[in-house]
């Protein structure tokens, strides 16, 4: 059953604007995707339910909304008990719903360049055309993304909401991390003023203590997926990445990566999925396209190229410490790999492809992530020096109208055939 034509059958065939942003429509979406779809784990169910429900309660107007770009730290954030809005979240939602060419095509009539990250066109137009919530804050960091902080600024001016940004140094470093923990505490007085909250040390407490706890459960899944076969598949993987972006310093996210600890390991126990379907073990780098294709179904179940593990779902930080709050996450900012030259990212990637047994690495090149895909290049070159084949698969995770899905087995097809003849 297609949960998405379902959705839209139930509306009278008409995604509107006006329609969209009802709470009653995410009570609907509720009940046919949570209650109808079949999912592979619990875990997966619990993480569909609370990205709705929380976009329910935003539009709802329980509470501030905060928007955050995709890699702030959303700790600040649930500390002060604010709903999270995640704009590439929200693209990727709307690119499923079918809903990304009419709002790709409305943001070039309000001069958006096709240029830019088609994650950010999306939430400009969902915004200006009431599909999505407009933020009470407006909240972004420098590192990796230049175009979401960009995003931020103009609608920050269009519709006279406050707007804050962390300048995050390259390189790790004492240095850094004061440089960046000083701007913490400023942003703590930026989000006491604009709520009218204080924040309390019980709050920051507990807002670390969910994130550790979340970290510390999301590394035994980790674990566990480096099992032979895999119990886990890519596809399923990819789903958790709404946690990745807002979910840290969230209670829930805790019990979340929790619950699929224990469903991997009793998979691990039972002896796992069919070992024939996994042909060889792949590393995927940078995240998917979200409208419908079956990309990752041709990997994994017509090519048995078995995702192993995930760029994006890497746990690389240190525990984030209660009694030095501030310090301790501007080091968990600064720890990611991508940041600062290449190399670093290299270097990480080479580590998972080792732990994980990878025979391979996938990196899909989503066209407006500059960031992501002017490295790929120089990857490809060190990996296949280190015997490491490397497919930079071309497309775009919103716009269908970027990726050729022809073109895009082709190339899975000759990687495949590579990987054979390196196994003899």
Same mark, same amino acid.
């Given at each position: 059953?297609?949960?998405?034509?379902?959705?839209?059958?139930?509306?009278?065939?008409?995604?509107?604007?006006?329609?969209?942003?009802?709470?009653?429509?995410?009570?609907?979406?509720?009940?046919?995707?949570?209650?109808?779809?079949?999912?592979?784990?619990?875990?997966?169910?619990?993480?569909?339910?609370?990205?709705?429900?929380?976009?329910?309660?935003?539009?709802?107007?329980?509470?501030?909304?905060?928007?955050?770009?995709?890699?702030?730290?959303?700790?600040?954030?649930?500390?002060?008990?604010?709903?999270?809005?995640?704009?590439?979240?929200?693209?990727?939602?709307?690119?499923?719903?079918?809903?990304?060419?009419?709002?790709?095509?409305?943001?070039?009539?309000?001069?958006?360049?096709?240029?830019?990250?088609?994650?950010?066109?999306?939430?400009?137009?969902?915004?200006?055309?009431?599909?999505?919530?407009?933020?009470?804050?407006?909240?972004?960091?420098?590192?990796?993304?230049?175009?979401?902080?960009?995003?931020?600024?103009?609608?920050?001016?269009?519709?006279?909401?406050?707007?804050?940004?962390?300048?995050?140094?390259?390189?790790?470093?004492?240095?850094?991390?004061?440089?960046?923990?000083?701007?913490?505490?400023?942003?703590?007085?930026?989000?006491?003023?604009?709520?009218?909250?204080?924040?309390?040390?019980?709050?920051?407490?507990?807002?670390?203590?969910?994130?550790?706890?979340?970290?510390?459960?999301?590394?035994?899944?980790?674990?566990?997926?480096?099992?032979?076969?895999?119990?886990?598949?890519?596809?399923?993987?990819?789903?958790?990445?709404?946690?990745?972006?807002?979910?840290?310093?969230? =209670?829930?996210? !805790? %019990?979340?990566?929790?619950?699929?600890?224990? @469903? #991997? &390991?009793?998979?691990?126990?039972?002896? *796992?999925?069919?070992?024939?379907?996994?042909?060889?073990?792949?590393?995927?780098?940078?995240?998917?396209?979200?409208?419908?294709?079956?990309?990752?179904?041709?990997?994994?179940?017509?090519?048995?190229?078995?995702?192993?593990?995930?760029?994006?779902?890497?746990?690389?930080?240190?525990?984030?410490?209660?009694?030095?709050?501030?310090?301790?996450?501007?080091?968990?900012?600064?720890?990611?790999?991508? =940041?600062?030259? !290449? %190399?670093?990212?290299?270097?990480?990637?080479? @580590? #998972? &492809?080792?732990?994980?047994?990878?025979? *391979?690495?996938?990196?899909?090149?989503?066209?407006?992530?500059?960031?992501?895909?002017?490295?790929?290049?120089?990857?490809?070159?060190?990996?296949?020096?280190?015997?490491?084949?490397?497919?930079?698969?071309?497309?775009?995770?919103?716009?269908?109208?970027?990726?050729?899905?022809?073109?895009?087995?082709?190339?899975?097809?000759?990687?495949?055939?590579?990987?054979?003849?390196?196994?003899?």
């Amino acid at each position: 059953m297609d949960s998405f034509k379902l959705f839209s059958d139930s509306l009278g065939g008409n995604l509107s604007r006006k329609l969209l942003s009802t709470p009653r429509v995410y009570a609907l979406a509720k009940q046919i995707f949570i209650r109808l779809k079949n999912f592979s784990f619990e875990a997966s169910r619990m993480a569909a339910e609370t990205a709705l429900e929380q976009a329910a309660a935003a539009f709802r107007g329980e509470n501030m909304v905060a928007w955050t770009s995709a890699f702030f730290p959303s700790e600040m954030v649930h500390a002060f008990s604010l709903i999270p809005f995640a704009p590439e979240g929200a693209a990727a939602t709307a690119a499923s719903l079918g809903m990304a060419p009419q709002l790709l095509r409305f943001a070039d009539q309000m001069g958006f360049s096709n240029d830019a990250c088609s994650f950010h066109r999306c939430a400009a137009a969902g915004t200006a055309g009431e599909y999505f919530p407009v933020p009470d804050m407006l909240l972004a960091s420098s590192h990796l993304c230049d175009g979401a902080p960009q995003l931020f600024r103009y609608l920050g001016r269009r519709y006279g909401k406050p707007f804050y940004i962390l300048d995050v140094p390259v390189f790790p470093g004492e240095a850094g991390e004061r440089y960046l923990a000083r701007q913490l505490k400023e942003l703590v007085l930026f989000m006491e003023k604009t709520s009218g909250r204080k924040l309390t040390r019980k709050a920051i407490r507990e807002a670390w203590e969910n994130s550790n706890r979340a970290g510390a459960a999301q590394l035994r899944v980790n674990t566990l997926r480096r099992h032979l076969p895999s119990p886990m598949s890519g596809e399923d993987a990819l789903g958790f990445v709404y946690l990745v972006l807002v979910g840290k310093g969230h =209670l829930q996210t !805790a %019990r979340i990566y929790e619950t699929l600890a224990r @469903e #991997l &390991a009793e998979r691990v126990a039972s002896g *796992g999925p069919d070992p024939a379907g996994e042909r060889f073990r792949l590393l995927w780098m940078h995240l998917r396209p979200y409208y419908k294709n079956d990309l990752l179904g041709i990997v994994e179940s017509e090519l048995k190229m078995r995702v192993a593990f995930e760029e994006i779902n890497d746990v690389y930080w240190p525990p984030l410490d209660p009694e030095r709050p501030f310090i301790s996450l501007a080091r968990k900012i600064l720890s990611n790999p991508a =940041l600062g030259p !290449a %190399r670093r990212r290299l270097a990480r990637v080479k @580590e #998972l &492809a080792a732990a994980y047994r990878a025979d *391979g690495v996938i990196h899909f090149s989503h066209w407006g992530c500059r960031q992501a895909v002017g490295a790929t290049v120089f990857l490809k070159d060190q990996l296949r020096k280190d015997g490491i084949p490397f497919l930079s698969l071309d497309g775009d995770c919103v716009d269908p109208n970027s990726f050729p899905p022809g073109q895009a087995r082709t190339r899975l097809e000759s990687f495949l055939e590579l990987l054979e003849q390196r196994a003899g």
